[in-house]
């Protein structure tokens, strides 16, 4: 059984960058997508991007200037970074598999618990 | 303002059938992608619930169905029960935005 488990701080100040991590357990990275999705408080689901095992990424257009998302598949471990946040990036983010390589298929199977990331000074 | 649009909130008593819409565009559900269901119990991760329009993951009761058409898709739950109370998200691909897309969340509420 996959599981994934989010890491990193709860709070960040505004125009400094966010990172967190995923560590993958019960299972290989290769061959599959990772993602990044959040959740601002009371709101719905943003998907942020992911990245292939090998490396290769597809990010949301409209966060696209300010994230990296990076693998580490000795550590079975990938990464968010998103940059110059403000209070409008305080969220739960959730990292996720992506279930098939093929996009109009995707779907997210296992999913971290989430982790709440409060911008404030 | 979600590229998929679900309503806010939906209702029904314990035992009935409700109906949960997503409604999508060219871009996405009308491009002939998949649409997926989770399920978010409160201060929880949200579940795979459906997957591939129709499909339901090992665990999943068969009182959640999936059925897609044009550009909607819709989740069916019958024989309510208190714990299916939460949130429901579909998730589609865009071709527009070349990623994932969701709905803004529908709140099921047992009465």
């Known amino acids: 059984q996959v599981q994934l488990h989010e890491s990193g701080p709860g709070l960040v100040k505004p125009s400094e960058t966010l990172s967190l991590t995923c560590t993958v357990s019960g299972g290989s990275m290769n061959y599959n997508y990772w993602s990044w999705i959040r959740q601002p408080p009371g709101k719905g689901l943003e998907w942020i991007g992911y990245?292939?095992?090998?490396?290769?990424?597809n990010y949301n257009p409209s966060l696209t200037s300010r994230v990296t998302i990076s693998v580490d598949t000795s550590k079975t471990q990938f990464s968010l970074s998103l940059s110059s946040v403000t209070a409008a990036d305080t969220a739960v983010y959730f990292c996720?598999?992506?279930?098939?390589?093929?996009?109009?298929?995707?779907?997210?199977?296992?999913w971290g618990q989430g982790i709440l990331v409060t911008v404030s000074s | 303002q979600s590229v998929l649009t679900q309503p806010p909130s939906v209702s029904g008593a314990p035992g009935q059938r409700v109906i949960i819409s997503c409604t999508g565009s060219?871009?996405?559900?009308?491009?002939?992608?998949?649409v997926h269901w989770y399920q978010q119990l409160p201060g929880t991760a949200p579940k795979l619930l459906i997957y591939g329009n129709f499909n339901r993951p090992s665990g999943v009761p068969d009182r959640f169905s999936g059925s897609k058409s044009a550009t909607s898709a819709s989740l069916a739950i019958t024989g309510l029960q208190a714990e299916d109370e939460a949130d429901y998200y579909c998730?589609?691909?865009?071709?527009?935005?070349?990623?994932?897309?969701f709905g803004g969340g529908t709140r099921l509420t047992v009465l």
């Open positions: 996720a598999r992506v279930n098939n390589w093929n996009p109009s298929l995707q779907h997210f199977d296992y």
């Open positions: 990245i292939y095992y090998s490396g290769s990424t």
């Open positions: 060219s871009s996405n559900i009308g491009a002939g992608y998949d």
């Open positions: 998730q589609s691909y865009d071709s527009s935005l070349s990623g994932s897309v």
